[in-house]
């Protein structure tokens, strides 16, 4: 069975640039979820969705930061412009929902992004 | 809003040692649900343990074992017969049960380096 599977792996660009993450959700799972990682704040609960629904995006640190998810199985997270500031890695997690307590959420490998 | 306090940047043990890995949390909430994850420098995000709430039994899985005393808002991890893999970051997480998905409230992590 596949995983939570991001693309790309690794991005480097410059300031100023437009980005923008991939992320392919565990099929029939029903919630999303996007975070990111960095030395100084650790990992942080950016947006998530339900049914591809966003439910709490509180977590998205300014306007330049969008996120979608047009279908059940693909979501995107977008940065625009994009600032050395949001250098970090981005993860997608995905979960069944419902019951979760016993269905955990299962993260994909990650997008190293570096931004010069 | 819940905070997640893991008071050891860093630990190393030798191989073969049991050690304890500390987490404090702070919630008026009284369903939810606590986490420990492992991130090896594959960077991949790698589930160890859960433990509801609600269960005063403390969770297990082979090697990895809790202590969850919730009246003191704490959730140990303990890994006996520590081994060379279990080199790597460990995240405490909690996660509010309030019916449906939601997202992981992630201490600052534990880097616990097994020697040989």
């Known amino acids: 069975d596949a995983g939570v599977i991001q693309s790309p792996r690794h991005e480097v660009t410059e300031m100023g640039q437009e980005v923008t993450l991939r992320c392919k959700p565990i099929?029939?799972?029903?919630?999303l979820f996007w975070y990111r990682q960095t030395m100084m704040r650790g990992l942080e609960l950016l947006i998530y969705?339900?049914?591809?629904?966003?439910?709490?995006d509180s977590g998205m640190p300014e306007d330049r930061f969008s996120a979608k998810m047009p279908n059940a199985s693909f979501s995107t997270l977008k940065i625009q412009p994009s600032e050395p500031r949001d250098s970090a890695v981005y993860f997608c997690?995905?979960?069944?929902?419902?019951?979760?307590?016993?269905?955990?959420?299962?993260f994909g490998d990650g997008t190293r992004l570096s931004i010069l | 809003a819940q905070t997640v306090t893991q008071s050891q940047p860093e630990m190393s043990v030798q191989e073969a040692e049991t050690v304890t890995l500390s987490c404090t949390y702070d919630?008026?909430?009284?369903?939810?649900?606590l986490f420990w994850y492992k991130q090896p420098p594959s960077r991949q995000m790698i589930l160890v343990i859960r433990?509801?709430?609600?269960?005063?039994q403390n969770a297990t899985e082979n090697r990895f074992s809790v202590n969850f005393q919730k009246a003191a808002k704490s959730f140990s991890l303990k890994i006996s017969d520590s081994q060379l893999g279990d080199t790597a970051m460990y995240f405490c997480a909690f996660m509010f049960s309030g019916g449906g998905a939601d997202g992981l409230t992630f201490g600052k992590g534990t880097h616990l380096i097994i020697q040989p």
């Open positions: 433990q509801e709430a609600y269960k005063q």
């Open positions: 997690a995905s979960s069944p929902g419902g019951n979760v307590g016993n269905q955990p959420q299962h």
């Open positions: 969705f339900n049914n591809n629904v966003p439910i709490d």
């Open positions: 919630t008026s909430e009284n369903n939810y649900y």
């Open positions: 099929s029939g799972h029903n919630s």
